[in-house]
């Protein structure tokens, strides 16, 4: 079975400073790893994804996360967060089955409200 | 190019009543999963289904919920007989092929409230 703990319901930045959304994840073969933004009464969108490959990923807005596997996690940071990036931040994994192909059902972690202040 | 597209927005229903959710994917899109977010808390995986075929339904309760995606038309979430704790947010999301590797589509979801 597989689960994601992100540590911090809510965290709460000034404008301009670093964004530290943590996540670890527990997965028993290979994991496929996603950060995802919700913004009020809005569906998710997807900020960015680990499948293989550099462990250092790039997403949209100036996000981006670091796939770990030994600390087995993937914290998402911003070096200077701005209002806009006030919203709910979800951190989602998959695995590959058996037959080394994934469906695609997604474990989410419980989320984090992140807040910006001026 | 419309996304994945749901509704209603927003659903009110009474206590023993029957909702429908619907949820057309993307143009190519022949994958739809829903998921469920209750208050506080993140989502969690309903079902998975193919064009005509489940294939996923370990996440749905046992009794009054149903899902089905026909080879014409939208995907639809059925709960019979709703109770107050049905209250959530469904979210349905749609991939061309195995999500893992290429990523979601989320609507926007429709937020039920049972009276």
């Known amino acids: 079975a597989q689960s994601v703990t992100q540590l911090g319901s809510h965290v709460s930045v000034s404008e301009g400073a670093l964004v530290l959304l943590r996540c670890n994840y527990s997965s028993s073969v290979p994991p496929y790893l996603f950060w995802y933004v919700q913004y009020p009464n809005q569906g998710l969108q997807l900020l960015l994804k680990?499948?293989?490959?550099?462990?250092l990923v790039k997403g949209i807005n100036g996000f981006e996360a670091e796939f770990k596997k030994s600390e087995t996690s993937f914290h998402l940071t911003k070096p200077s967060a701005h209002m806009s990036d006030a919203a709910e931040y979800f951190c989602?994994?998959?695995?590959?089955?058996?037959?080394?192909?994934?469906?695609?059902?997604?474990?989410f972690g419980q989320g984090t409200i992140l807040t910006v202040h001026p | 190019n419309a996304g994945v597209m749901q509704n209603p927005r927003h659903l009110v229903r009474r206590r023993g009543q029957e909702a429908r959710l619907r949820c057309s994917p993307m143009?190519?899109?022949?994958?739809v999963y829903w998921y469920r977010q209750l208050p506080e808390e993140g989502l969690k995986f309903m079902v998975y289904?193919?064009?005509?075929?489940?294939?996923?339904e370990s996440g749905m309760p046992k009794e009054r919920f149903s899902a089905e995606f026909p080879k014409e038309g939208p995907s639809i979430l059925r709960i019979q007989q709703v109770v107050r704790g049905d209250s959530a947010a469904y979210f349905c999301?749609?991939?061309?092929?195995?999500?893992?590797?290429?990523?979601?589509?989320f609507g926007s979801g429709t937020r039920l409230t049972v009276v």
């Open positions: 289904l193919q064009k005509e075929n489940i294939i996923d």
């Open positions: 989602a994994v998959t695995n590959i089955n058996a037959g080394g192909t994934s469906y695609g059902k997604l474990t």
């Open positions: 999301a749609s991939s061309p092929r195995a999500a893992s590797l290429y990523g979601y589509t």
């Open positions: 143009k190519g899109h022949s994958h």
């Open positions: 680990y499948t293989t490959g550099a462990t």
